[in-house]
């Protein structure tokens, strides 16, 4: 299995344990997202691992992307993300909200490592590798009642677009909130979303 490390490195991993079962979708609803967050709170790692996951579904990340952030991404005093996307995707900023913000700044408070390091680290400071992070969200799944959903780390970027579907955004504005260079690639949330339905028959 390729395992992507923040420096955009695919790199082999071994592939040990019973073999996973397809998964029923590729999205996870916004309560299911709230109860993966209240989860890993509770875990060894709560703050790191709730922020990672409230991050990744907030903006939209790819996990490479959110293990690619330092501190000199984040602006905290001005609420400001600065992303830079992977797979050719346009980057940008984007606004942090206030609960990111609060959780930002309780890791920055809790960091031992220099301003300008990677914001998500393992006990020695070192960026988290995407397997840690896969193992985390089985345990966290298992924890919230989700473990049936299969859960993976790119289906918390699936959520935002389809969270922003739902939202009734445009597919102009959920392309560039996703840094889709290409709409084609951003369609299937607007396909996903029970809101085209609506309207199609009376109540």
């Known amino acids: 299995m390729p395992n992507a490390s923040p420096d955009g490195v695919k790199r082999n991993v071994g592939t040990s344990g019973p073999t996973r079962r397809p998964r029923d979708r590729e999205h996870l609803t916004s309560k299911e997202v709230e109860s993966l967050i209240e989860a890993a709170r509770k875990g060894r790692w709560g703050l790191r691992d709730a922020t990672l996951i409230l991050m990744c579904f907030s903006h939209g990340l790819r996990l490479a992307e959110a293990l690619r952030l330092r501190w000199t991404h984040a602006d905290l005093d001005q609420g400001i993300l600065h992303l830079r996307r992977l797979k050719n995707g346009l980057g940008g900023d984007h606004r942090l909200r206030g609960p990111e913000i609060r ?45 049936h959903l299969n859960i993976h780390p790119h289906c918390l970027r699936h959520s935002t677009g389809y969270y922003l579907s739902e939202r009734g955004a445009d597919l102009r504005l959920i392309q560039s909130y996703l840094g889709h260079r290409e709409v084609r690639h951003t369609t299937r949330y607007v396909q996903l979303s029970p809101r085209r339905f609506e309207g199609l028959f009376d109540d």
Request: hydrophobic share 30%; charged share 30%; glycine share 8%.
């Open 103 to 147: 959780a930002l700044r309780r890791m920055r408070r809790q960091n031992r490592h220099p301003a300008g390091d990677y914001v998500f680290t393992s006990e020695r400071g070192s960026p988290l590798g995407s397997r840690t992070v896969q193992l985390m969200l089985d345990r966290t799944a298992e924890r919230a009642g989700l473990k």
